[in-house]
């Protein structure tokens, strides 16, 4: 009985050294390594860390990344939701370590602690790109570049409308919807705004809070906001237009007009904003662009080819009023 357990056991164990030294992936010319599938599929895989679902520009800029195999049969995609949490990002990252993916691309959620699981992918030779958000780190060696819009400038443009629109002595007061705290979305376009604003004087920022980029958020926060100071705000400056969107309806039930007592400013572009500028509802957008797909898809080329690719690579950007919306929404792709 005990003679025929050991074999049963000896049996087992060859078979399992035997299924690991097949499955064993190898490192690659360009010195990425490969899955044993996409190895035999000749396949070059990236795999996507992506922050969640939380908007409409979010589903664009998700549905633009997994066209990547259509736009070119050479690669796969493993794409990650993050649900909005950094822990489930790193999780999704260790995961495509142990896969061995040839590359992965990080939206991040927040801007701080990735220095080590990017410790890790380097020390896997697994290069990697950042999209959409940026990331703070200790050794810029953790990442290849960094791809997306420049949030910075985005808030300078949304302030910069304002002014046109009311000039540097107006008074105004702002009520602020801020995006996910520490996120470069809400960090720079914060910056950018309140920089553009300096030489305003009148212009006071009287609420700010964030949304966390949701519609139901920014619903529930902009409630708050009227309920204390509803006859005081004269501006919404909300970081996303989904904070907005929930922000009209917020308005709306309050028994204010959006878009005429209320003047409403955000960024993203998405098509919600624009049928709700043709409405009257909502007053000038900011366009972040979310269809990175074809990008990434380029730098990926390149970085697996073993080309320099430019450290910073910006998304083309406009702006809209809207006096052009019902111009350009029929050319809206998001
Ligand atoms: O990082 C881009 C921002 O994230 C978008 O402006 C916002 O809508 C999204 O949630």
């Given at each position: 009985?005990?003679?025929?357990k050991?074999?049963?056991?000896?049996?087992?164990?060859?078979?399992?050294?035997?299924m690991?030294?097949?499955?064993?992936?190898?490192?690659?010319?360009?010195?990425?390594?490969?899955t044993?599938n996409?190895?035999s599929?000749?396949?070059?895989?990236?795999?996507?860390?992506?922050?969640g679902?939380?908007?409409?520009?979010r589903?664009a800029?998700?549905?633009?990344i997994?066209?990547?195999?259509?736009l070119?049969?050479?690669?796969?995609?493993?794409?990650?939701?993050?649900?909005q949490k950094?822990e489930n990002?790193?999780k999704?990252?260790?995961?495509?370590?142990?896969?061995?993916?040839?590359l992965i691309?990080?939206?991040?959620?927040?801007?701080?602690?990735?220095d080590?699981?990017?410790?890790?992918a380097k020390d896997?030779k697994?290069?990697?790109v950042?999209?959409?958000?940026?990331?703070?780190v200790?050794?810029?060696?953790?990442?290849?570049c960094?791809?997306g819009s420049d949030?910075?400038?985005?808030?300078?443009?949304?302030?910069?409308?304002l002014i046109d629109q009311?000039?540097?002595?107006?008074?105004?007061?702002?009520?602020?919807l801020?995006?996910?705290?520490g996120?470069?979305a809400?960090?720079g376009?914060?910056q950018?705004?309140?920089d553009?604003i300096?030489?305003?004087?009148?212009y006071?920022?009287?609420?700010?809070?964030t949304?966390?980029?949701?519609?139901a958020?920014g619903?529930?926060v902009?409630?708050?906001?009227?309920k204390?100071d509803?006859?005081?705000?004269?501006?919404?400056?909300?970081?996303?237009?989904?904070?907005?969107?929930g922000a009209?309806q917020?308005?709306?039930e309050?028994?204010?007009?959006?878009g005429?007592d209320i003047?409403?400013?955000?960024?993203?572009g998405?098509?919600?904003?624009f049928?709700a500028?043709?409405?009257?509802k909502a007053n000038a957008?900011?366009?972040?662009n979310?269809l990175?797909?074809?990008?990434?898809?380029?730098?990926?080329?390149?970085?697996l080819?073993?080309?320099?690719?430019?450290r910073t690579?910006n998304?083309?950007?406009?702006?809209?009023l809207q006096?052009?919306?019902a111009?350009?929404?029929?050319?809206r792709?998001?």
């Open positions: 009985m005990k003679l025929k050991m074999i049963a056991l000896m049996a087992s164990t060859v078979i399992c050294i035997g690991l030294a097949g499955c064993g992936g190898s490192a690659g010319g360009n010195g990425s390594a490969q044993s996409e190895k599929s000749g396949k070059k895989v990236i795999g996507f860390a992506q922050v679902a939380e908007s409409g520009w589903t800029e998700t549905d633009s997994k066209s990547i195999p259509t070119d049969s050479n690669f796969d995609l493993k794409f990650s939701d993050g649900q950094q990002q790193i999704a990252i260790r995961s495509f370590i142990a896969q061995k993916v040839d691309a990080l939206d991040p959620v927040v801007e701080t602690g990735w080590t699981v990017l410790k890790e896997a697994i290069p990697v950042i999209v959409d958000r940026k990331v703070t200790s050794d810029d060696s953790l990442y290849k960094f791809l949030m910075v400038a985005e808030g300078k443009k949304a302030a910069q409308i009311f000039g540097k002595d107006a008074k105004l007061n702002i009520a602020e801020q995006g996910t705290v996120s470069t809400m960090v376009r914060q950018g705004f309140n553009a300096k030489d305003c004087p009148n006071k920022i009287i609420k700010s809070q949304g966390d980029f949701t519609r958020k619903k529930e902009m409630e708050a906001f009227l204390s509803g006859d005081k705000i004269n501006v919404l400056w909300s970081h996303n237009d989904d904070m907005a969107m009209i917020a308005i709306e309050y028994g204010k007009k959006p005429k003047f409403i400013l955000s960024v993203d998405i098509k919600d904003i049928q500028m043709v409405d009257g957008t900011v366009e972040c979310p990175l797909g074809p990008q990434l898809l380029e730098v990926a080329k390149n970085i080819d073993g080309k320099e690719v430019e690579i998304s083309k950007e406009s702006q809209f006096k052009d919306a111009a350009e929404l029929p050319n792709k998001y």
